[in-house]
């Protein structure tokens, strides 16, 4: 079975960095995907990992460890606009299916 | 690059009325295209995935006579909710992928509710 792990809630303070952390466990592996989603609003991408280490874009940067299962969102200089759920994606096969964590809301606050 | 519109985005009617939602790919061709579902505080939950001129593929628990899905051309898929019931009410999201190994990319869901 599919098992993607992320913390449910997350806070923080503008200007502040912040470490979204999800781990998984596939069938398979063929990418990992973070996504951004504001409330009412559908995801909007954010990153693709499929290789092992740190993939950077602008203030975000995403981590992947395929040995452990294991991936970060890093996001840098935090704004209020940040605010939002984050969504950590796997595709476990060589279609464009993915598999959703349950997401992470995090609250920037001032 | 890489929009996909979602019409409409929201819809209001009553019990057994049905609802068909349209999702483009405006500036690509989305080879693959994805039916999602998402309950208030729920993660996306796939429905089906449609591949154009193919039958979609439905996950399970999804009734494919309740929720007709045609993906007629390579920018264009439609969802169609027959006889909505008020358990049908939630916000449902279409994306679409150029290809194998690459991101999805949503439209801005349809909100439906069913009274």
């Known amino acids: 079975g599919q098992n993607i792990d992320q913390p449910t809630e997350m806070t923080a303070t503008e200007g502040a960095i912040v470490q979204i952390n999800c781990t998984y466990q596939?069938?398979?592996?063929?990418?990992l995907f973070w996504y951004q989603q504001h409330a009412g609003e559908a995801p909007t991408f954010l990153s693709y990992?499929?290789?092992?280490g740190l993939e950077e874009k602008g203030r975000f940067s995403s981590f992947l460890s395929r040995s452990k299962g294991y991936s970060y969102l890093l996001l840098k200089e935090l704004q209020m606009k940040d605010s939002a759920s984050y969504l950590c994606?796997?595709?476990?096969?060589?279609?464009?299916?993915?598999?959703f964590g349950k997401g992470t809301m995090l609250l920037v606050s001032p | 690059g890489a929009v996909v519109s979602q019409h409409p985005s929201r819809v209001i009617c009553k019990s057994g009325t049905s609802v068909k939602i349209e999702c483009r790919s405006l500036?690509?061709?989305?080879?693959?295209m994805f039916w999602y579902r998402q309950f208030p505080k729920q993660s996306l939950m796939l429905m089906a995935t449609?591949?154009?001129?193919?039958?979609?593929?439905?996950e399970q628990g999804v009734e494919k006579d309740k929720f007709l899905i045609n993906h007629a051309s390579l920018t264009l898929s439609t969802l169609t909710v027959t006889s909505a019931h008020p358990e049908d009410s939630s916000f449902y999201i279409c994306?679409?992928?150029?290809?194998?190994?690459?991101?999805?990319?949503f439209g801005d869901g349809t909100r439906l509710s069913i009274l």
């Open positions: 500036d690509f061709q989305a080879t693959t």
């Open positions: 994306s679409g992928a150029q290809g194998s190994n690459q991101p999805q990319h």
């Open positions: 449609s591949n154009e001129g193919s039958k979609a593929t439905y």
């Open positions: 994606a796997v595709q476990d096969s060589g279609y464009s299916t993915l598999t």
């Open positions: 990992n499929v290789l092992d």
């Open positions: 596939t069938s398979g592996f063929n990418g």
